[in-house]
């Protein structure tokens, strides 16, 4: 493959010209990464195998873990899913286009290899104009998981899906930072009662304002694992290539806890929120805010993982979010990447 091309695009109005040049190369089965409002998508034609092949090929990607398929239009959906439960035409109202992921049961034109073999299919409708642009001129439903290397952080920018992907795609499409910055919330309703597989961009409490019955169980499973674990729940996920651990309990306990912490590893560094990374502004430590909200921890989630490995660092410390609204997807993220490495502050005391 030849080496691979970044083009810089406009998130309001993107050149016609240049969709048509990345539409192209999905039609003609390359692999196209483009901005959504949750991460980067590594995206293909999901009518044909061999280019959602190449996907799982580029990300090192088990089989076992299938893709999400992109609309850009409510009616692709009876394209992708042969059944439509009576709950989709409320959600897709509501949550349409944006950060919430249906499961649904599959069209006989979806690829084995994209569903992992299942007779269920995951779909969304970005909230991104150059996502829906792209699909649009495609003229065909897109498979696109994260646009990084398997169980490494997703990627919130073009340059991180460089830093993972370089040569390994035809076409890197640049909008600039993802908004959101986590994955999308995916619901499954081919379960009764409904189920959420992952907490994300969509918060549950918004979920079951609308589907009162939605049910929530977190699952990790670990590598030891006999059976092949669930889709996506690997416990080891967007993990960064130092260790992380996470800090649970109030303030003082994890601020002592994360002292003793620090003087033990030569190389540490913090991702914190900003009222947290204050308590060590007298210490000479590598810090990644997350901010002084939830939104802006998501947003910088991941980027801070990255800049933490990218500045060397042996161990990263961060402190697990309250579980509510974003809350629960970040510390989904957090327990993830943390491999379950969690430090109880309170028993330290
Ligand atoms: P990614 O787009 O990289 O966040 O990964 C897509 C995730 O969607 C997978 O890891 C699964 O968790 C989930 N997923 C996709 N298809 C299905 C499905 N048919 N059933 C359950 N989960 C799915
Ligand atoms: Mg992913």
């Given at each position: 493959?030849?080496?691979?091309?970044?083009?810089?695009?406009?998130?309001?109005?993107?050149?016609?010209?240049?969709i048509a040049r990345a539409a192209e190369i999905i039609r003609g089965g390359g692999l196209v990464a483009f901005p959504t409002e949750t991460v980067y998508g590594l995206?293909?034609?999901?009518?044909?195998?061999?280019?959602?092949?190449?996907?799982?090929?580029?990300?090192?990607?088990?089989?076992?873990?299938?893709?999400?398929?992109?609309?850009?239009?409510?009616?692709?959906?009876?394209?992708?899913?042969?059944?439509?439960?009576?709950?989709?035409?409320?959600?897709?109202?509501?949550?349409?286009?944006?950060?919430l992921t249906l499961v649904l049961r599959k069209s006989a034109r979806i690829p084995d290899n994209l569903s992992a073999g299942m007779d269920t299919v995951a779909l969304r409708m970005p909230d991104h104009v150059v996502a829906r642009a792209l699909i649009k001129a495609a003229g065909v439903p897109i498979a696109a998981p994260s646009a990084n290397t398997f169980s490494r952080p997703s990627p919130t920018s073009a340059e991180h899906v460089l830093e993972d992907l370089a040569d390994k795609v035809d076409l890197v499409l640049d909008g600039g930072p993802a908004h959101i910055g986590i994955e999308s919330t995916i619901v499954s309703l081919v379960d009764e009662p409904p189920r959420l597989l992952r907490p994300g961009g969509i918060s549950l409490e918004a979920l079951r304002a609308l589907l009162p019955d939605l049910q929530y169980t977190p699952h990790f499973a670990n590598d030891a694992d006999a059976a092949v674990p669930a889709p996506g729940t690997l416990l080891k996920h967007y993990s960064p290539r130092a260790r992380l651990l996470l800090f649970h309990g109030d303030d003082c306990a994890v601020y002592a806890a994360m002292r003793a912490e620090i003087a033990?590893?030569?190389?540490?560094?913090?991702?914190?929120?900003?009222?947290?990374?204050?308590?060590?502004?007298?210490?000479?430590?590598?810090?990644?805010?997350?901010?002084?909200?939830?939104?802006?921890?998501?947003?910088?989630?991941?980027?801070?993982?990255?800049?933490?490995?990218?500045?060397?660092?042996?161990?990263?410390?961060?402190?697990?979010?309250?579980?509510?609204?974003?809350?629960?997807?970040?510390?989904?993220?957090?327990?993830?990447?943390?491999?379950?490495?969690?430090?109880?502050a309170r028993a330290m005391l």
């Open positions: 493959m030849p080496s691979t091309r970044i083009l810089r695009v406009d998130t309001q109005r993107p050149d016609p010209a240049l995206g293909a034609n999901a009518w044909d195998a061999a280019a959602v092949g190449r996907i799982f090929h580029a990300k090192g990607r088990p089989a076992s873990d299938p893709l999400i398929v992109h609309i850009a239009e409510i009616p692709q959906l009876a394209q992708v899913a042969r059944e439509v439960p009576p709950s989709v035409p409320l959600l897709s109202r509501h949550f349409f286009p944006g950060a033990r590893h030569s190389r540490v560094g913090l991702l914190l929120r900003q009222r947290d990374a204050v308590q060590f502004a007298d210490l000479d430590i590598r810090t990644e805010s997350l901010g002084s909200n939830s939104e802006q921890a998501a947003e910088r989630l991941f980027a801070g993982l990255r800049a933490l490995d990218k500045a060397g660092v042996d161990v990263i410390l961060a402190r697990a979010p309250e579980q509510s609204g974003l809350g629960l997807a970040l510390h989904d993220r957090l327990l993830r990447a943390a491999v379950g490495e969690v430090i109880d």
